[in-house]
């Protein structure tokens, strides 16, 4: 079976301040990790992807095979990054999401 | 990219009775899912809507009770039947493009049902 892990419900950051969002998962076999995000009124959407290893919105996540995380970062949080953001991962023809976190930036 | 519409947005039901739910596509994709996202909750898959043959369900679904059709590769609708409160919830529907696993999702529909 598959599991994403996300540890904190909430959390709150002051603007400017670096961000870490933290996910782990549980993968027998190679995993594809993802982060969405759905900010207030809108709908849920791709925010990046592992394999791309891209920067969107100035946030990145570097996969780490050895400790299962896929820890979401940005090193300056601004008001409009306020949202809820899920990992997911998929395997076996699916996606399995995390509970998700609320990322509140304070200004 | 894929644009995924839902209808209805929301809908207030009364309790034995049924809501079909629509789902549609922008252009032609190979895997649609139905989620329920629970107030406070993640999102929990319903099943896999296949083209041309049957739903695949995951654990503590079942057709029955949520009937899905799958016409076509644009179109999906997911039947919430004999509803109690506890079906009160936002349904989800998805599109995965490539290999399936980059998923777009719709707008949702809201459902309340008293």
């Known amino acids: 079976a598959q599991r994403v892990t996300q540890p904190e419900k909430l959390l709150s950051v002051f603007k400017g301040a670096p961000v870490e969002l933290k996910c782990n998962y549980s993968?027998?076999?190679?995993?594809?990790l993802f982060w969405y995000v759905q900010y207030s009124r809108q709908r849920l959407q791709l925010l990046l992807r592992?394999?791309s290893r891209e920067s969107i919105k100035g946030f990145t996540a570097d996969l780490n095979k050895g400790e299962t995380s896929f820890h979401l970062k940005k090193p300056f949080a601004q008001e409009e990054d306020s949202a809820m953001y899920y990992c997911a991962l998929w395997g076996y023809q699916k996606v399995t999401f995390g509970t998700g976190t609320k990322l509140q930036v304070i200004p | 990219s894929a644009v995924i519409s839902q209808k209805p947005s929301r809908d207030i039901c009364q309790r034995g009775t049924s809501l079909t739910i629509q789902c549609q596509v922008d252009s032609q994709v190979t895997m649609m899912f139905w989620y329920r996202q629970q107030p406070g909750q993640s999102l929990t898959l319903i099943a896999t809507?296949?083209?041309?043959?049957?739903?695949?369900?995951e654990s503590g679904f079942v057709i029955d009770k949520f009937p899905i059709s799958r016409p076509n590769l644009t179109f999906s609708t997911l039947t919430v039947s004999n509803m109690s409160p506890e079906d009160s919830s936002i349904y989800l529907c998805?599109?995965?493009?490539?290999?399936?696993?980059?998923?777009?999702f719709g707008p949702g529909t809201r459902l309340l049902v008293l």
């Open positions: 998805s599109a995965g493009l490539a290999g399936g696993e980059t998923q777009y």
């Open positions: 592992h394999i």
């Open positions: 809507a296949n083209q041309g043959s049957e739903a695949t369900y």
């Open positions: 993968y027998s076999g190679s995993p594809e």
